[in-house]
Each structure stands twice: as C-alpha cells, then as structure tokens.
C-alpha cells in the first residue's frame, strides 16, 4: 500500500481524513457500480504521491534556498579576505625601504614604465628592474606563508566542527 512511503505519523491520519472528505464531496457522481475499495485506494495513493511531490519541492527549495545562502557568504568571506591581503600588502609595502616601496607604488598605482620611473628617482633601468622584483618576491613569500596558515587554521575548524558539530 503507498502509506508505507509516508515519513511522518500525521500524514496517513490527513490522508484518510482527506481521502473521506474527497468522497464527501465528489459523492454525488460516484458510480454505485464499480469497486468502491479499488476508488479509495486510488484517492489515497494519488494525495500521497501528491503530498510526496509536495515535500520534494519544498526541500528542493529549501537545499536552492541554503545553496544561495552559503554562496553569498562564500562571497562576502571571499570580499574580506581580498581586504584583508590588500591591508597584509600596504603593511608589508610600509615596512620595505623607502625607493623599493616607491618603485612598485609608481610602477603599479601610477602604471609608469621602468624607464619613466628611472628618471623620475634618479635611478637606472636596471635599479628599478631589482627594487622592484626583490619587492614582489617577498610580497608573493608573504603572501603564501599567510595563506597555508589561514588554509591550516580554516582546515582546523573544519575538522573540530565535524567531530563535534
């Protein structure tokens, strides 16, 4: 019988009720002649492959509903975590002798050419090429030190929450 299907102990008790309230008002175009069981049987199994339809949706939205939801967060964590390097990045750029700070700042804020920036700090090509590729190697070692612990520490939360979530 399809009531096996049933989850939860209130649904066979509305579908029975629902079935007979069915019956009551469709009573007056029932055929006296066929198998009123059989008729029953197929009001019953057709509210709960109904009911089943229904709760399928409804957690369908509800997984579309919590997927949105994580994907905003994801988002948003993602939009922190940007304004958290580029703060790591100015604190790094502070701490980094005045000319090499210069030269990445004119070469990637102000968008200039070694040769632009050379004469600008009274420097060679060659000086500029240095400062700034000693800059963005400690920039990207700094980078990816800070990352492996952020990835350690989230890996650390996701296993505690796990065992004991």
């Not at 002798?97 to 990637?108: A, G, N, T």
């Amino acid at each position: 019988m399809p009531l096996k299907h049933c989850t939860k102990n209130t649904v066979p008790g509305c579908t029975t009720q629902s079935s007979f309230m069915t019956i009551w008002e469709k009573r007056s175009n029932l055929d006296t002649e066929k198998s009123f069981p059989a008729y029953l049987c197929t009001i019953a199994r057709n509210m709960v492959y109904k009911e089943t339809e229904r709760r399928l949706l409804h957690n369908k939205f509800v997984e579309n509903k919590l997927k949105t939801e994580a994907e905003a967060i994801e988002e948003d964590t993602m939009d922190m975590d940007v304004s958290i390097i580029e703060k790591q990045i100015e604190q790094l750029l502070q701490s980094l002798p005045e000319v090499s700070r210069e030269v990445f700042q004119l070469k990637r804020a102000g968008k200039l050419s070694n040769k632009e920036i050379a004469s600008q700090l009274d420097l060679t090509e060659r000086a500029v090429e240095a400062h700034f590729y000693r800059t963005m190697k400690l920039l990207k070692e700094e980078i990816i030190v800070k990352a492996r612990k952020s990835v350690s520490v989230l890996a650390g939360i996701q296993i505690y929450t796990t065992e004991h979530g």
